[in-house]
């Protein structure tokens, strides 16, 4: 139970920004907490010579999969939609094709370059925590970040 307590006390942030990313943020904790259940559950499951981050982020996964499954999403009819702008003022459709255009050019991006970006802008990792990760030198990643950040501002500028 010890090894729990220490493995919630390390990674528990870890796999609540994971999950806040999934699930909506109102269901965070109770996911997290399904996620801290499950790996106490399946404890004998974990390889010790694998990362421990990736394990309980494929558990956080699966759960958030599941819990997103059993909710019945809302509907909403669409005359009641109409054209709605934005928190900034413009129209949503437009912030949609900026979003599908940056998600073209992220797939334009080497593999390694876009691990690194989608860690730090989407997972909240800070450079030291995506290279203790991915197993690599510090230097490697913040290369890889700034190569690929570049190249990304290259290809949304021709877009």
Sequence with gaps: MEALAECYRTHASLVRAYLRRLVPSQDVDDVAQIVFTEVWRCRDRYDPARS????????????????????????VPLDHLGDQAGHDGRADGDRLADRDQLHRALAELPEPQR??????????????????RLRVPLGTIKARTARGLHRLSALLEVA
């Design 52 to 75: 421990l981050e990736a394990w309980l982020l494929g558990i956080a996964h699966k759960r958030a999969v599941d819990h997103l499954r059993a909710r019945r999403p809302a509907t």
């Design 115 to 132: 691990e690194a970006i989608a860690l730090a802008y989407y997972g909240d990792l800070s450079q030291r925590e995506i290279a203790t």
